[in-house]
């Protein structure tokens, strides 16, 4: 149940962040709206790891959309738009 509750809050955000550029979610998504999320996140300083949850929230919409037929061309690549973290980072290093 949390992960539905994440998953839709991260859509929640996605489609408040359109809202506030004058863009109307219409039941698709575009490349370009989804990458100028991505690149806020970064401008805003959300870590790596709360961007790239947010873009696999963000796929599985994707994915949604397209199996129920309101549009049909994937907008989103995992492999190439999440943000690459180093093997070993995501946990503290004692120094």
């Given at each position: 149940m949390k992960t539905v509750e994440s998953y839709t809050g991260d859509i929640k955000g996605f489609i408040r962040f359109l809202a506030e550029r004058d863009i109307t979610f219409e039941a698709t998504l575009n490349r370009f709206t989804?990458?100028?999320y991505k690149n806020h996140l970064l401008e805003n300083s959300y870590e790596p790891t709360t961007i790239n949850k947010k873009l696999n929230s963000i796929q599985s919409f994707k994915d949604f959309l397209i199996d129920k037929e309101y549009?049909?061309?994937?907008?989103?690549?995992l492999g190439r738009?999440?943000?690459k973290i180093a093997g070993?980072?995501?946990?503290?290093?004692?120094t």
């Open positions: 989804v990458i100028s549009m049909s061309e994937s907008v989103i690549n738009d999440r943000i070993g980072s995501e946990k503290p290093v004692k």
